[in-house]
């Protein structure tokens, strides 16, 4: 009697080894999942005028290539684009260049929580993916509107306003919803760093591939001297 108790099969072992390896394989699958997740670069926006390997707003087709990573908090990338910009848009429309512009977002913590250089870019992606000539004048309102650092920002209703004056209706819920939340955080990454220094700034611009450190842009009225 013994011995058929020992050959007895035990079935409720059995079923917990298998609970267990099913617990297992379900934690390592949620682990593997959220792995991916932060890892993943995130819904790419489509469209003609957006390059979706790099992130880049692109306008033009001129052959040497200009690079610049903007974030719209950023009040020396309004500077810049208030400085530069008519010359670049010059080079531009006399097919010297391909600007490739890469809204980005170092600066939320300056916007009391709100996130809005995220949003911002969100938003650029959003008038570039809906219509690619209003990527520029988008960039430039926005900039005309440009917040104070340490505020919180533009709202989304007022982002969207801003696109409607340059055209775009449309894309509510893509800026409501920030559908490129985590496309803009993977772009950000990898913006490359300036000679010199050790971390991501902005304005970074890069020349025909190569990033530049910002002394080395010319002073205005000679930005075309970069691509002689």
Not at 114 to 123: E, G
Not at 172 to 184: E, G, I, L, R
Request: glycine share 8%; aromatic share 8%; charged share 15%.
């Amino acid at each position: 009697m013994a011995q058929a108790a020992a050959n007895r099969t035990n079935w409720f072992a059995i079923w917990v080894s298998v609970a267990v390896v099913a617990v297992v394989a379900v934690v390592i699958a949620l682990v593997v999942w959220m792995n991916n997740s932060a890892t993943s670069p995130g819904t790419p926006p489509s469209g003609s005028g957006i390059d979706q390997s790099t992130g880049a707003v692109v306008v033009g087709s001129g052959e040497q290539t200009l690079d610049t990573y903007v974030d719209f908090m950023c009040p020396i990338c309004n500077q810049f684009e208030k400085t530069y910009g008519p010359e670049i848009l010059d080079l531009v429309n006399k097919g010297t260049i391909t600007l490739n512009i890469h809204p980005i977002a170092i600066l939320d913590r300056y916007s009391q929580g709100a996130q809005f250089s995220t949003r911002s870019a969100n938003a650029m992606y959003c008038v570039a993916e809906k219509s690619p000539d209003a990527a520029v004048p988008f960039m430039q309102a926005m900039f005309a509107k440009q917040p104070q650092e340490n505020s919180p920002g533009l709202t989304d209703a007022e982002i969207l306003d801003i696109a409607k004056s340059v055209g775009v209706t449309g894309i509510d819920s893509c800026v409501n919803d920030q559908t490129y939340k985590q496309f803009v955080a993977s772009m950000t990454d990898m913006t490359p760093v300036q000679p010199g220094q050790t971390g991501i700034a902005t304005p970074t611009i890069a020349i025909n591939g190569e990033t530049i450190a910002n002394s080395k842009i010319p002073a205005a009225g000679s930005f075309a001297s970069l691509f002689k």
